[in-house]
Structures are given as C-alpha cells and as structure tokens.
C-alpha cells in the first residue's frame, strides 16, 4: 500500500488474528456437548 494510505488508516490498522479467542472456543465446546451431544464435555 502506498505510504499515506498506510498513514492515514494507521489508527485502525493493527494486527488481527482470524482465530477465535481460547475463551469463546471452551464456552462453544462447553455449550456444544451441552446442547448437541447430550453429555458433558471430556475430563
């Protein structure tokens, strides 16, 4: 990207990650044995 591009979003432009926080996958696997499966999740 040309360099005033890259100035003019760089309050915006951070490092993102397009994997889901560990917290929000132990509450879905929680909730999915909960919900789907029936059981409690694994020891």
Do not use: C, H, I
């Not at 591009?5 to 999915?32: G, H, I, M, T």
């Amino acid at each position: 990207m040309a360099p005033e591009v890259q100035q003019k979003f760089a309050d915006v432009a951070k490092a993102y990650s397009f994997e889901f926080s560990p917290q929000f996958n132990a509450d879905r696997n929680k909730l999915w044995y909960e919900k789907v499966a029936g059981t409690p999740p694994p020891a």
